[in-house]
């Protein structure tokens, strides 16, 4: 049989691991971290750094194929791996995803909408900023997630009093949406493009909390966003998936937001609302297989659960109709952690209204 290998020790890397098993693959993982919720279900591991060389050696050589849930491998650790053995996706579209100002430069040429956006190299730069407007929003522009690195300034005044910033920094102006809105976008080795449905995006604490599929928007506008993330996947060569995250502005328009050339938080309703999930999809784009159709049998709504008082929650959602639970064997629960997901699951067109959503799962305590 053949190896998939997997960079990324947690639960992106978990779910791919067993999709991939699930397709007959063996898994080899690199992995920092022992036991973790990757290794507990990949096949082989090599535990190092992901940016130890000798690691990263004895990783590719045990792999016919290299694909990633850790995005923040170094040019040169992606530049051994690609001497090795295929990496999907490519060395190139990660430089691009680690790096926000790479990013927004990329994504305008590819010609899709952006919130406008300088780039903030020190403290000379910050003055300029007047000119975009308030409110704005400064982002590191390498490693944040879940909002981590971010800095929201509300007015000239704030932007004065701003001291001691980690520079290099993006600023963009903060967006009036209506909603926010993402999409999976799949790429085979033949170019095949799949689309899963657009699926709108709730954050609490600048985590996602909840994803609605499909979104409850006007069927052109679902449309026109998975255009959108199919033209940025053939523009950039993707073979493999990548979540897309987009702004429907107040305006009516459509902006990305970020990309992120793997599976995808957003993507995870996927699970239980259609035959060929995004983990199976992944893998199936990175080993050169046929991609179906990205077909969702069911509406569903997806709930993370975050840290101790999500997990709190545990007995009494495995004791509830119609919620799927994934757990991710993290060993412990830090505040703002995923542990783990829900997906609770309709009829296609039943997804319910505003209100119900609240009472879908047991409340929090
Ligand atoms: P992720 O965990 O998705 O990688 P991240 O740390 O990379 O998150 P972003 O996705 O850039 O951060 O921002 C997090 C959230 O902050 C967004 O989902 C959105 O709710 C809000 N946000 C970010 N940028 C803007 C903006 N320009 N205008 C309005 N809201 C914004
Ligand atoms: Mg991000
Ligand atoms: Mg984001």
Redesign the pocket.
């Known amino acids: 049989g053949s190896t998939v290998g997997i960079i990324g020790g947690g639960q992106l890397g978990r779910m791919s691991a067993v999709a991939a098993a699930k397709l007959g693959y063996h898994v080899h993982l690199l992995s920092p971290e022992f036991p973790g919720p990757a290794t507990e279900v990949a096949a082989s591991v090599t535990i190092g750094a992901y940016d130890d060389p000798e690691a990263l050696e004895d990783f590719a050589s045990r792999c016919d194929v290299v694909t990633f849930e850790f995005e923040n491998i170094s040019a040169r650790g992606l530049a051994l791996l690609e001497r090795h053995r295929p990496v999907r996706p490519a060395g190139e579209i990660l430089r691009i995803s680690q790096d926000r100002i790479a990013e927004k430069t990329r994504l305008s040429e590819i010609g899709v909408g952006l919130?406008p956006w300088r780039a903030v190299n020190g403290p000379a730069d910050l003055a300029a900023l007047e000119t975009l407007g308030f409110p704005l929003?400064l982002?590191t522009t390498r490693f944040?997630?879940?909002?981590?690195?971010?800095f929201r300034v509300r007015d000239a005044g704030e932007l004065a009093a701003l001291a001691d910033l980690p520079y290099p920094l993006v600023a963009?102006?903060?967006?009036d949406?209506e909603r926010?809105l993402s999409v999976m976008v799949v790429r085979g080795l033949d170019g095949t493009v799949r689309c899963f449905d657009t699926v709108e995006n709730r954050?609490r604490d600048?985590i996602?909390d909840v994803t609605l599929a499909p979104a409850r928007i006007m069927p052109g506008l679902a449309r026109q966003a998975q255009d959108m993330a199919a033209r940025i996947a053939d523009a950039l060569g993707l073979i493999g998936i990548m979540g897309v995250?987009m702004?429907h502005a107040a305006d009516g328009t459509l902006l990305v937001?970020?990309i992120?050339p793997r599976p995808h938080n957003s993507g995870h309703w996927t699970m239980d609302a259609c035959l060929v999930d995004q983990f199976e999809m992944h893998v199936r784009a990175v080993t050169g297989l046929p991609l179906p159709p990205a077909r969702r049998h069911s509406d569903a709504v997806m709930h993370n659960l975050i840290g101790p008082e999500d997990m709190a929650r545990v007995p009494a959602i495995l004791a509830t109709d119609g919620a799927s639970l994934h757990l991710y064997g993290k060993n412990e629960a830090r505040p703002g952690r995923k542990m783990g997901h829900v997906n609770t699951i309709f009829p296609r067109g039943a997804l319910p209204g505003e209100l119900a959503l609240d009472v879908l799962l047991p409340p929090r305590a």
């Open positions: 919130a929003i982002k944040g997630y879940d909002g981590k690195g971010q963009e102006k903060m967006i949406f926010e954050h600048g996602l995250e702004f937001n970020e992120a």
